[in-house]
């Protein structure tokens, strides 16, 4: 089983920035993809971002040019360097990891297999 925990949220202005950290419990970090999505009300979680073992990432539109997931093995942790952040990009951001055996396939097709407990972002004027 993997724990996630989210931290660095928080209440920005347009334009600001914030930085996301997820941090993992158990083995085999290095070998597991990772990714943040988010979710407002009344809609589904979606990606935001993915990193893969190997360190391949994957951006929604949204986040593409202002967003950066990256991670640290050492560490346990993953982060979303999110800037030029938008009244939009308000919501719950979820860290999220896949089993270290699955594959590219189901990396890239299914959601993620653990999920920390969600962490509220806010921009607002």
């Known amino acids: 089983q993997v724990q996630l925990v989210e931290s660095g949220g928080g209440m920005v202005h347009p334009g600001g920035s914030l930085t996301l950290s997820c941090t993992a419990s158990g083995s085999s970090f290095s070998r597991r993809a990772m990714a943040w999505y988010r979710q407002t009300p009344g809609m589904e979680r979606a990606l935001v971002a993915r990193i893969t073992s190997s360190r391949a990432t994957t951006y929604a539109d949204s986040a593409k040019g202002r967003f950066t997931i990256s991670r640290d093995n050492a560490k346990n942790t993953v982060y979303l360097q999110m800037n030029s952040l938008q009244l939009e990009d308000t919501a719950v951001y979820y860290c999220?990891?896949?089993?270290?055996?699955?594959?590219?396939?189901?990396?890239?097709?299914?959601?993620?297999?653990?999920w920390g407990q969600g962490i509220q972002v806010t921009v607002s004027s």
């Open positions: 999220g990891a896949w089993k270290a055996t699955a594959i590219l396939s189901t990396i890239w097709s299914t959601p993620p297999d653990y």
